[in-house]
């Protein structure tokens, strides 16, 4: 396998974080908006613990030692989904309208009706269950995955994996701030659309009218789909495990199509994901090639 070089991955994090850092600071000098924390509770306890662990390991078995590189691997992964967060408390301090009237029109256009999509969703209650449990399962998926890999010694496989998430984010946080969406439950009116689904343009709402968010729930960016992009990347993760990666890909592909049929996310929303994907797995190409 053809290994990732390093300098990418940190490439692509500073830039994300330079971004990120630049959102920051036009909201607390310009638009001042409040907003959502997107870090997990005791995340600096968690990194100080795994500090304390790779150090001690080093200083009874050294750096080599099995152990003290699997909890190395545990701090890259931490730090890579720490740099996610504060991307995710960035974004959300976007200054411009939504455009989900024009891919509601867009969609119109091709004659498809999300309300009409979910409400035959809806139509098949066992179906809907399985949408509903495969959604659910992505945050588990890019944080068990990853160990099981780290188990596995499969480190190469995490530098790309590492290399695709922090690119999906460079690529697609920008899309959203300059292009914000608040999903479909936020525009179109539907009896089947869920608290959780609707929570996401309140969030967007009340943020942008200086109104504290009342809710973390529901999600944050519709276009691109980051659901479908990291199924995908999990599903890639795992692809030398055969079986694992052949019972993933029918969890996943669940899951993607939920996106659409439970109401999350327009079908356009899905390709633009395809395309995102598509880019970052051509810099991926030239990362390792150069």
Same mark, same amino acid.
């Given at each position: 396998m053809?290994?990732v070089?390093?300098?990418?991955i940190?490439?692509v994090?500073?830039?994300?974080?330079?971004?990120?850092?630049?959102?920051?600071?036009?909201?607390?000098?310009? !638009?001042?908006?409040?907003?959502?924390?997107y870090f997990?509770g005791?995340t600096?306890?968690?990194?100080?613990?795994?500090?304390?662990?790779y150090?001690?390991?080093?200083?009874?078995?050294?750096k080599?030692?099995? !152990?003290?590189?699997a909890?190395?691997?545990?701090?890259?992964?931490f730090?890579?989904?720490?740099?996610i967060?504060?991307?995710s408390?960035?974004?959300?301090?976007?200054?411009?309208?939504p455009?989900?009237?024009?891919l509601?029109?867009?969609?119109n256009?091709?004659?498809i009706?999300?309300p009409?999509i979910?409400?035959?969703t809806?139509?098949?209650?066992?179906?809907?269950?399985?949408?509903?449990?495969s959604?659910?399962?992505?945050?588990?998926q890019?944080?068990?995955l990853p160990?099981m890999?780290?188990?596995a010694?499969?480190?190469q496989?995490l530098?790309?994996y590492?290399f695709?998430?922090l690119v999906?984010?460079?690529?697609?946080?920008?899309?959203?701030? =300059?292009f914000?969406?608040?999903?479909?439950a936020?525009?179109?009116?539907?009896?089947f659309? !869920?608290?959780?689904?609707i929570?996401t343009?309140?969030?967007?709402?009340?943020i942008h009218?200086?109104?504290p968010?009342t809710?973390?729930?529901?999600?944050l960016?519709?276009?691109p789909?980051?659901?479908?992009?990291w199924?995908w990347l999990c599903?890639?993760?795992?692809?030398p495990?055969k079986?694992?990666?052949s019972?993933?890909?029918?969890?996943?592909?669940?899951?993607i199509?939920?996106?659409v049929?439970?109401?999350?996310?327009y079908?356009i929303?899905i390709?633009?994901?395809?395309i995102?994907v598509? =880019?970052?797995?051509y810099l991926?190409?030239k990362?390792?090639?150069h």
């Open positions: 053809t290994q070089n390093a300098k990418c940190y490439i994090s500073l830039s994300v974080f330079t971004l990120s850092l630049i959102a920051y600071l036009i909201n607390f000098t310009v !638009t001042q908006y409040p907003g959502n924390n997990p005791n600096g306890y968690v990194f100080i613990t795994l500090l304390l662990m150090a001690g390991l080093v200083i009874l078995w050294g080599t030692s099995h !152990t003290a590189v909890i190395k691997e545990v701090l890259y992964l730090m890579v989904f720490a740099i967060a504060f991307a408390n960035a974004v959300q301090f976007t200054p411009f309208k455009i989900d009237e024009k509601v029109l867009i969609e256009y091709f004659r009706s999300m009409k979910v409400a035959w809806y139509s098949y209650p066992y179906f809907r269950f399985m949408l509903e449990l959604y659910a399962t992505l945050p588990y890019m944080s068990v160990l890999v780290i188990m010694r499969g480190f496989l530098r790309e590492y695709l998430l999906t984010v460079l690529l697609g946080f920008p899309i959203y701030y =300059f914000p969406t608040t999903a479909p936020s525009i179109l009116s539907s009896p659309f !869920t608290e959780e689904q929570a343009g309140l969030k967007f709402n009340q009218q200086y109104i968010p809710t973390m729930e529901g999600g960016i519709a276009f789909s980051f659901h479908a992009i199924a599903l890639y993760l795992i692809r495990w079986i694992a990666f019972i993933l890909l029918i969890l996943n592909t669940f899951l199509a939920s996106c049929l439970l109401g999350w996310h079908p929303d390709l633009a994901s395809v995102l598509i =880019f970052s797995h991926l190409a990362c390792k090639k």
